[in-house]
């Protein structure tokens, strides 16, 4: 029963560096996304797939890629670390187009 | 393309009152809603869902929404607040010409004793 799991749980960055986000899903979901959660600015959409070997931008896609090589699992990658993304990330998925998201707990990233 | 607006960022209420957080969308057909929930270093979790059919729906923890068309309104309520309802609250909006919801900026609840 686990859902949708999203590791790390916490990271510290150092601006520069790259690393990935893990996502995984054993829903079997089509569905997923990317978001991040800044004060005030509620939920941002990154990237979001729509089935294994299809991506797309949301809202604030720069300095983020993402791929989707199988219906499970969608890591998001910082490809250079800038204090500006520090955030809380998270990964959701959903069963079918435009309903209910299920989201994982959460990634707080730090950069320094 | 739809939007969600959460007209409050914060919401102050006492134990026992009673609590209704306002969501507008937009969007021109009926589009699915959704009210979540997130709690203090948590993800967030689905309280209720309209898809279609009766315009009140019923969530989980005691929470209820209504869709109203003519006001573009899906504002969830409660009788009575908890101090375990403290969280913030997030309206979002599916549409057919979207893949994901949109979401609203949140609502944060705060419930004094």
């Known amino acids: 029963n686990a859902g949708v799991t999203q590791t790390p749980k916490f990271q510290v960055l150092k601006t520069g560096q790259s690393m990935t986000l893990q996502c995984a899903q054993d829903m079997n979901h089509e569905y997923m996304s990317w978001y991040r959660q800044d004060p005030g600015m509620g939920l941002r959409l990154i990237h979001y797939s729509v089935g294994a070997g299809i991506t797309d931008q949301g809202e604030v896609p720069n300095g983020y890629n993402v791929s989707r090589s199988t219906t499970e699992d969608f890591p998001l990658r910082l490809l250079s670390a800038a204090p500006s993304q520090t955030s809380v990330y998270f990964c959701?998925?959903?069963?079918?187009?435009?309903?209910?998201?299920?989201f994982g707990q959460g990634t707080r990233l730090t950069v320094v | 393309a739809q939007s969600v607006t959460q007209p409050d960022i914060h919401i102050t209420v006492s134990e026992g009152a009673s609590l209704e957080l306002r969501c507008n969308y937009s969007y021109g057909a009926t589009p699915y809603l959704f009210w979540y929930v997130q709690s203090p270093g948590q993800g967030l979790q689905l309280l209720l869902k309209y898809f279609s059919g009766d315009t009140l729906v019923q969530g989980i923890k005691g929470f209820e929404a209504e869709f109203k068309r003519s006001q573009s309104s899906f504002n969830l309520r409660k009788p009575s607040v908890h101090w375990s309802d403290a969280a913030e609250y997030f309206c979002a909006v599916g549409a057919g010409g979207s893949y994901i919801p949109t979401f609203g900026r949140g609502t944060s609840l705060i419930v004094h004793p």
């Open positions: 959701a998925s959903s069963p079918r187009r435009a309903t209910e998201a299920f």
